[in-house]
């Protein structure tokens, strides 16, 4: 019996070992990823590629016949290229629409302004680029176009070779909105449904927003303090306060929601609240010092690396959050 | 963890832009040291910053042997030279640590060897000179004898308080130093609480408490 608990034991010791070698042996290859996903994310919106899902939904439920597709008796006939203005007029406003929407969806999801404007483009692309492959898919399913070889698609003439591009962009814009509740209702407000970010995370990140939006408008910031005293104790005191606040959903935040890169990028931003919470309380025991952190005319080469690190952080900081105040 | 003793520290030390200003005679003796100065490279010994002059082989920078020591400073040598902080930066501060080669530098020994010195002097600040004892001997005589000469006030105060250093020559000197001034400029006992203490003790039998015994447990 005793024998059997200890090769059990030695058993899990085992298991225990090799797992915690296993995990120093993908800790790097963890770290390199979340190094390489997270600009990823923030350039084309990685967190929300939910929203192509959803989009290009009702262009699939179209190809399967739950609805009736748009109407394509006109898109048929020759059209020539001086109706083409018209037609990329008028089928713009969807893709703005929504890429708008697409783009207010995003700003909520992710705690920065950084590269919206990439993100929402990226998604509302690919939305398209998604739907037109699914209008594709379906013509030559139903037969109105027919699969050629490269070479034999590249000899064919212009008109050949723009016209089913041109059908699938046009049905995939007019599938865009309206046609699909569903996808009206992931762009239009936050929802729990699957593949996209939940309600909680968004509300810590709208909280969290808040916070940053306190600590930017700080005045401990932007005006040099006279001199010690209560005053500056209470501006300091105001910002350790909100940097406390943030912290603590930045650490719910990095806990629960860290795919994609995110805790790093949490931790990162914790690094900054850490060195602004350091400057502060260095200015509230000698006011002197505030030039070191936050004046833009400081002598850099004057300063030790502590010093450097923090103002760096601190100006890091400011840029990302500068938003929120405007 | 030990809660940190705050302190406004100021190091006053030669940059690696100082080597222009210094007098020839130093010049020619630091040159003659090869490696060990050169004030081309960050660490050997100064950097840009006095905060990051590094007084002793194992390269370690004076804020650091700060933060071991268990002090949490506010370090404003940055400002000392600037025109319109330097008179505040004499005031805050509470530990200036000196570094003798400023002594010939041709225009921060003034700084030294006049204000430092009168504010340190009249206001009872801490301060340590660090003389470095991997230095060739004749050059830390010399050094010694400048310091006595400019410093005549320090010198002559240098036993009277025991958070004044005359000379550190090692890293290890150093760092008790700084522990010294940190339980100087640390929390001090509540007389209240220890008298209050004190009457619960006397009331129990204990006249002088202390722990020469082994603690027990009693019911």
Known sequence: ?????????????????????????????????????????????????????????????????????PDQ???????????????????????????????????NWYLLRDHLFMRAATITLAIIAVSSFVCAANGLLVGTFRLVGISVWWASPFHDKAWPIGICLLLSFAYLVGSSTLFLTVVKEDSDLPLLPGKDEIASIKSLRGCLKGIAMSPLQTEQPETEGPDLTERVT???????????????????????????????????????????????????????????????????????MRRARIESLRRSSQWLIR | M???????????????????????????????LGDVYD????????????????????????????????????????????????????????????????????????????EIQTTIYNTEKAFCIVLPAELPAALRGELADVCINQLQSLHAIRDENDSYEWQVETAERLQSYL????????????DFMLSLAQAVFAARGVARPDLSDNPQLVT
């Open chain 2, 39 to 114: 004030f081309q490279t960050v660490g050997k010994p100064y950097a840009n910053s006095p905060d990051e002059w590094q007084p002793f082989e194992e390269g370690t920078p004076i804020r650091a042997y700060l933060d071991k020591a268990n002090l949490k400073a506010s370090l404003v040598s940055a400002q000392l030279y600037d025109p319109q902080r330097g008179a505040e930066v004499l005031k805050k501060t509470a530990l200036y640590i000196i570094d003798p080669l400023v002594l010939t530098h041709t225009t921060k020994r003034e700084r030294l060897a006049r």
């Open chain 1, 1 to 69: 019996m005793i024998e059997e608990a200890a090769a059990h034991a030695s058993k899990e010791s085992f298991f225990q070992t090799a797992a915690k070698q296993a995990r120093r042996l993908v800790r790097p290859i963890k770290d390199r990823y979340d190094q390489m996903i997270l600009p990823l994310d923030h350039f084309f919106g990685l967190r929300a590629y939910g929203l192509v899902v959803y989009g290009a939904l009702p262009a699939s439920l179209g190809a399967l016949g739950a609805f009736k597709p």
């Open chain 1, 238 to 308: 105001q910002l350790t306060t909100a940097i406390e606040a943030a912290m603590t959903l930045i650490t719910n935040l990095g806990n629960s929601f860290n795919r994609l890169g995110r805790k790093r990028f949490y931790e990162e931003l914790s690094e900054e609240l850490v060195d602004l919470r350091a400057a502060a309380t260095d200015v509230n025991n000698v006011s002197i010092n505030w030039s070191s952190y936050w004046a833009p005319d400081v002598d850099l080469t004057s300063l030790n690396e502590v010093m450097k």
């Open chain 1, 73 to 107: 008796a006109t898109l048929g006939s020759r059209i020539g290229l001086a109706a083409l203005p018209y037609i990329c007029a008028v089928a713009l406003i969807p893709v703005v629409l929504t890429f708008v929407l697409v783009r207010q969806r995003l700003a």
């Open chain 2, 2 to 32: 030990a809660h940190k003793i705050v302190v406004t520290v100021c190091v006053v030390a030669l940059t690696k832009q100082d080597y222009g200003e210094l007098d020839e005679a130093i010049k020619e003796k630091l040159d003659a």
């Open chain 2, 179 to 190: 522990k010294r001034v940190a339980r100087r400029l640390g929390p001090k006992a509540d």
